[in-house]
């Protein structure tokens, strides 16, 4: 059967502009003098960009007291694991040698502690950590189960390696009996992570909600008694958990530990840095509108300042070359 031009013609796209491919079009024409322009102006920005981030992170006033060595007799009572219940004093004076203007902020720093390992990133429940199932423990092997086959909880090696270490912060004035400085626990963690990642189980008494689990290997109490002083501040809802939980991605980190003023005495509750080689500090910083004292932000903005100025300088010198050339052939 032959086909008519009827049928031909009623399988054609139709007459518009849109299905005939017929639409104005703008073709974008760049001139050297306007690319080179916008990359003089990129660099500009960079680099006063950067440059401001830099003398902004220099402004901030920090102090780092190392504890590792001082409180060396702790790290050896806490080579033998079965000692994790028993409770290490030691004292740190220091002297601050000006004044730390604005908020304070402690955090504690840990040298040599890789929490960017692949399977103890990997060693956590996520079911547990938002309350729907304190029984999968799937994922968290070894700090699975305790041996007795009781699920622990919060269970993974992220949490079994908590920092634990108890700082008190205290100054003398005028006087040789120590002043205690209060200090902030709550508002050290991220939103998200406060209200959406890590929910308590729903039930009206929180131990019995942990009913059926057993704490880590390494920890002191139990998750529901982490603060005595704030109830809301347990469980998997506890701010030092929570902050301790977010993984960091170098083997030096520091993490905020509280919000205050000043700090000379310690507690040591972690197990001993002495096992992966390890060094603890603490931190007392002030912090910018830009944040903390990272220099990264700045040197980032500044290098990519300099590169695009080099290439800026490139191009022109490639565009006069050719713009040269071009003038002499058509004087021959």
């Known amino acids: 059967m032959k086909r008519t031009s009827k049928d031909s013609r009623c399988k054609l796209p139709d ?25 003089f102006a990129t660099g500009v920005f960079c680099l006063g960009v950067g440059i401001i981030l830099i003398l902004s992170a220099k402004s901030i006033k920090e102090i780092e007291i190392k504890y590792t060595e001082i ?25 601050l040698s000006e004044t730390m203007q604005g908020n304070v902020y402690m955090y504690y720093k840990l040298y040599g502690f890789y929490q960017n390992l692949y399977r103890y990133i990997l060693s956590r429940s996520n079911s547990q950590l938002v309350g729907t199932d304190l029984k999968d423990v799937g994922n968290c092997a070894p700090f699975s189960k305790s041996h007795d086959g009781t699920p622990i909880a919060p269970c993974g090696a992220i949490a079994n390696s908590i920092f634990n270490d108890t ?24 939103w998200t992570d406060k209200y959406v990642k890590f929910q308590n189980p729903s039930s009206i008494n929180l131990s019995s909600a942990f009913a059926g689990t057993t704490k880590p290997p390494s920890w002191a109490k139990p998750a529901y008694e982490l603060d005595e002083e704030d109830p809301g501040n347990n469980g998997f809802l506890n701010d030092d958990f929570i902050v301790w939980m977010r993984t960091a991605a170098f083997p030096t980190f520091k993490k905020l530990y509280r919000r205050l003023n000043r700090i000379q005495y310690f507690t040591e509750g972690l197990p001993a ?3 992966f080689r390890g060094e603890k500090s603490v931190v007392l910083s002030t912090l910018t509108w830009s944040g903390g004292s990272s220099l990264f932000l700045g ?5 990519t300042g300099a590169v ?15 713009k040269d050339r071009k003038m002499l052939f058509i004087q021959q």
């Open 15 to 39: 007459n518009t502009a849109l299905k005939q491919q017929q639409l104005p079009a703008y073709r974008l024409q760049l001139s050297a003098t306007g690319v080179l322009s916008g990359f």
């Open 71 to 95: 409180c060396g007799n702790c790290a050896k009572l806490r080579e033998d694991a079965t000692n994790f219940d028993k409770e290490c004093t030691c004292s740190i004076p220091f002297y």
């Open 167 to 190: 700082i008190i912060l205290s100054y003398n004035l005028n006087s040789s009996i120590p002043i205690k400085v209060p200090m902030l626990r709550s508002g050290i963690t991220w």
């Open 273 to 275: 840095v002495t096992r």
């Open 299 to 303: 040197l980032a903005y500044t290098v």
């Open 308 to 322: 695009t100025w080099l290439a800026s300088f490139s191009m022109m010198a490639v565009h006069l070359m050719l």
